[in-house]
T-cell receptor
Framework: GQQVMQIPQYQHVQEGEDFTTYCNSS?????IQWYKQRPGGHPVFLIQ?????EVKKQKRLTFQFGEAKKNSSLHITATQTTDVGTYFC??????????FGKGTKLSVKP | KAGVTQTPRYLIKTRGQQVTLSCSPI?????VSWYQQTPGQGLQFLFE???????NKGNFPGRFSGRQFSNSRSEMNVSTLELGDSALYLC????????????FGPGTRLTVT
């Protein structure tokens, strides 16, 4: 079945450094969503991208959807300790379903 | 607007027992999806219900089942529990089908001993 691969699995950064997580699918996605899960919490919706090549920004977070709609990235500029958590991408599949990546766990050292 | 609620929040069961988890979606949301989350496997999709019909199903054994009621509330049932079923079970609701923005509940932490 359709799969969405997400890398890296873990990322440890010093506060102030940048962070990027990547998602790749072997098939075209209808959309891509990003979620953040804080430690002990539940996933919270961040954003959805639908158009080929789309780029959206939320303060220090930049989200991209690839031209072929098969890959996406989330970039955080100048990380803060509040950015700690696991970031999941989720791609819209051909059956109207959502396929989650395994997530990237971000830790930030103050 | 109230968020997604799940009951119970914590549950301890023994092997061989069965368990029923409940999820109340956000008012107006017709889709409810269930996920199993474990440290090593991330979020694994169990099934999605939309207007009382199962739309999609993940790769889980038949011991895992669910249903949705006319008020969009959903339940999932796991029969003949195994140790490996210990996990956080998350429910998410959305306005439309699963590909829409998902609103997750706090989850039910199930421990099987």
């Amino acid at each position: 079945g359709q799969q969405v691969m997400q890398i890296p699995q873990y990322q440890h950064v010093q506060e102030g450094e940048d962070f990027t997580t990547y998602c790749n699918s072997s098939t075209t996605l209808s959309n891509i969503q990003w979620y953040k899960q804080r430690p002990g919490g539940h996933p919270v919706f961040l954003i959805q991208l639908v158009k080929s090549g789309e780029v959206k920004k939320q303060k220090r977070l930049t989200f991209q959807f690839g031209e072929a709609k098969k890959n996406s990235s989330l970039h955080i500029t100048a990380t803060q300790t509040t950015d700690v958590g696991t970031y999941f991408c989720a791609g819209g599949g051909s059956q109207g379903n959502l396929i989650f990546g395994k997530g990237t766990k971000l830790s930030v050292k103050p | 607007k109230a968020g997604v609620t799940q009951t119970p929040r914590y549950l301890i069961k023994t092997r061989g027992q069965q368990v029923t988890l409940s999820c109340s979606p956000i008012s107006g949301h017709r889709s409810v999806s269930w996920y199993q989350q474990t440290p090593g496997q991330g979020l694994q999709f169990l099934f999605e219900y939309f207007s009382e019909t199962q739309r999609n199903k993940g790769n889980f054994p038949g011991r895992f089942s669910g249903r949705q009621f006319s008020n969009s509330r959903s339940e999932m049932n796991v029969s003949t529990l195994e140790l490996g079923d210990s996990a956080l079970y998350l429910c998410a609701s959305s306005l439309g089908v699963q590909a829409y923005e998902q609103y997750f509940g706090p989850g039910t932490r199930l421990t099987v001993t």
